[in-house]
Each structure stands twice: as structure tokens, then as C-alpha cells.
């Protein structure tokens, strides 16, 4: 019910600060930092806005041959182990997923279908809608876009853009966050969680 609100909010910053385009992290630089801190400044301030953010920290481990599956498979098995937790049974969602490829729709079928399953929501009430989107077209996902991007930047310790390290710095401050660890489970603002893959 706050889509439309949330989404004006945010082209409104883009308007004030002259961007006509997609806010993505990889467009972050000296000149519109100052409109990235204001998109993330909102997202903290917006009590309707939540983050969870799956990072797995040694992805060199992975071995999709030994679990028969394909990295695309992998991709939307951590989608379900980052969803699964936040859903609740006596709730009713709508799952947008940022466009990933040309089989994403096929995909979210099987990924819904499993995480209805996970619940025992076998009537599929839990989940009123589950559909890819194009990020450019919904101004919300940008704010998704540009904190996965800042947690990817962070977690690989990359540091060469001072606006972007700037930005990382501003979102330790309000989170209250290292951004390296775990954050309590139950964190509903901005909860992080570090996947270990197995060595195996």
C-alpha cells in the first residue's frame, strides 16, 4: 500500500538532484554522491522499508557438479534460503525479483512453489504474487540495487570510489553495523547474513 509513495519519494530525489536515469551503485561517483547518501538516508528513515542481504563469503568453494546442480539452479537456492526466513504464514506477499535472464519466469515458478511448500501454504494463500521486474522501470528496486551493491563492494573490500566509500560509511553509521558479520536474526531493518559454503 506504500509502493506509490515510496516510489514518488524517490523520484523526487532524483529530480532534485538532476538524474534522469537508473539509480544503480555502479553510476555512484563524486557528483551525485550526495544524491546517494539522500536515497539511503530515506531508506533508513522510511519505517516501511526493510533490508535482508544474503553474502556468501567464499564462493571459490562452490562446486555445483557435486550437488548436480547449475550455477543458475544455486542462484535461486539462495533466493529461497534469504526469503524463507522472513516470510510469515499469516501474512500475504507479492515478490518482485529484479529481471535476471531470459528464464527468470520460469524460474520463480519453482522458487515459489518451494517456498509455499517450506510454510505448508499448500492452498498458495502465503504468496499473492511472485514476478520478475526490470529495476529501471521501479524506482524502489533502485534502492535494492544500490545497498546490494554497496554490501557486494564492501564485502570484497574494494575501495577506490570515495563517494562509494563514503556512502558504505554513512550506511555503517545508521545500521549500527560492522556490515562484516551476522546481524541478530531477527533484525528487521537491515539484517545481513554471512553464508560459509562447505569445503566439500
Not at 545508521?174 to 562484516?180: P, V
Amino acid at each position: 500500500s506504500k509502493t506509490r509513495e515510496i516510489n514518488e519519494h524517490i523520484r523526487h530525489i532524483k529530480q532534485m538532484h538532476s538524474i534522469n536515469h537508473e539509480m544503480k551503485w555502479v553510476k555512484v561517483s563524486s557528483s551525485k554522491e550526495k544524491a546517494y547518501l539522500e536515497l539511503v538516508k530515506y531508506f533508513f528513515d522510511c519505517p516501511d522499508l526493510h533490508f535482508r542481504v544474503l553474502i556468501v563469503d567464499n564462493k571459490d568453494a562452490l562446486n555445483h557438479e557435486s550437488h548436480n546442480q547449475t550455477h543458475d539452479e544455486w542462484y535461486y537456492k539462495m533466493y529461497f534460503r534469504m526469503l524463507k526466513t522472513i516470510l510469515d504464514p499469516a501474512d500475504i506477499y507479492n515478490i518482485y525479483i529484479d529481471v535476471k535472464d531470459t528464464k527468470s519466469k520460469t524460474k520463480i515458478v519453482k522458487l515459489k512453489e518451494v517456498l509455499a511448500n517450506s510454510h505448508y501454504d499448500f492452498s498458495n494463500r502465503m504468496i499473492k504474487n511472485m514476478q520478475v521486474i526490470r529495476s529501471d522501470e521501479v524506482e524502489i528496486m533502485q534502492i535494492v540495487d544500490v545497498l546490494i551493491g554497496a554490501m557486494a563492494y564492501y564485502s570484497r573490500d574494494l575501495s577506490k570510489v570515495t563517494a562509494k566509500n563514503n556512502i558504505i560509511e554513512y550506511i555503517k553509521e545508521r545500521s549500527g553495523y560492522t556490515l562484516k558479520k551476522n546481524t541478530l536474526y531477527r533484525e528487521s531493518k537491515f539484517n545481513i547474513f554471512h553464508l560459509q559454503l562447505s569445503e566439500d
